[in-house]
């Protein structure tokens, strides 16, 4: 089976997908694949490399002399990959591990549907909805999931700050996130305390979105779910995330190793049930395939919120969707089985 491997790209995510690959290609090697490895700079070229798991982590893929411009064609005709030199590489499926902007948005997913390609992760429309926080906001909230009080502004309306502050004061209580709608894993996201913190706030996330998404704070433990499957998705076991600092960040999830993590989550049988039926409410009214993590918080009383959705979670070492689906009995070598088998299910 020829599978394509995508990861880099002109995310803020860059390097974690540059992480997240090497796991991935370390799943794959099996002499029943054969693997094309197709880099995405930050400036966004696209290079067909024999880089090593070494090279891709430390950033040194991109100077292989051997490197060759080559390119996912959207022509169904095609089915896989023209290079620069003017061979054409069959695909039969595609692994884009792309996070943030131009991977989880849908972007890879609608070429890869022009292209008549089976893809590991979810479609076109339920990746950019999953992606939108503000989207995923509505379209939950009408499927009855519980979620925090939430408002969204866009960043032109910042222009007159004052009046905004005092729309969202009225609606929210302090501590305050704010957060990017579509910046992608806790990019740009500041937890506001009073007003001064709540207009720098504002200012830092109109720097990655021009939608921005507003919620009250939710006094709870953080888990985690990993979803697994198309038409009938199963659930992990929940897992807990004690954040080394106030919340948990970008740096919190991909590079602190002092971040606590329990496998199982420390929560009562019955409340670890619910939690894992809400994700995959969650999962099913995005409409998602393939994979996802759902997150939660839990709150004393055992009341289950949304937090958010994430539809090409990290492989990382320190990721937390690998490790919850093998404490649930699905190791990583038959994960990605799983998740190419259903790719094929559901095909172009």
Known sequence: MNIAVLFGGKSSEHEVSCSSVCNVLNLLKD????????????AGAWLLTEASEEEIRSGAWEQRADNEPAWILPDPAVHGIRT???????????????????????????????????????SMTSAANSMDKALTKLICDKAGICQADWMQVYSRELCDMEQVVERIEAQ????????????????????????????????????HDFKIVLEETVVGQEIEVAVL??????????????????FYTYDAKYNDADSLLFI?????????????????????????????RVDFFVKKDGTVVFNELNTIPGFTNISMYPKLMAASGIEGKELMERLIKLAMERGE
Request: proline content about 7%; charged content about 20%; hydrophobic content about 45%.
């Open 31 to 42: 002499e029943k694949y054969n693997v094309y490895k197709i880099g995405i700079t930050k």
């Open 172 to 207: 929210l209580p302090y501590p305050i996130f704010v957060k990017p709608a579509s910046a992608g894993s806790s990019v740009g996201i500041s937890k506001c305390g009073d007003r001064a913190a709540l207009i720098e706030g504002l200012k830092l996330a109109a720097e």
């Open 84 to 122: 620069a030199g003017g061979r054409v590489l069959p695909v039969d499926v595609a692994a884009p591990i792309l996070h943030g902007k131009n991977g989880e948005d849908g972007a890879i997913a609608a070429l890869f549907q022009l292209a008549g390609i089976p893809q590991i992760t979810t």
């Open 229 to 246: 499957g198309n038409d009938a998705p199963i659930a992990s076991v929940p897992g807990e995330v004690c954040p080394a600092v106030e």
């Open 264 to 292: 199982p989550a420390r929560l009562d049988e019955a409340v670890q049930e619910r939690v894992k039926a809400e994700a995959i409410k969650v999962f099913l009214a995005m409409e998602c395939n393939g994979y996802a």
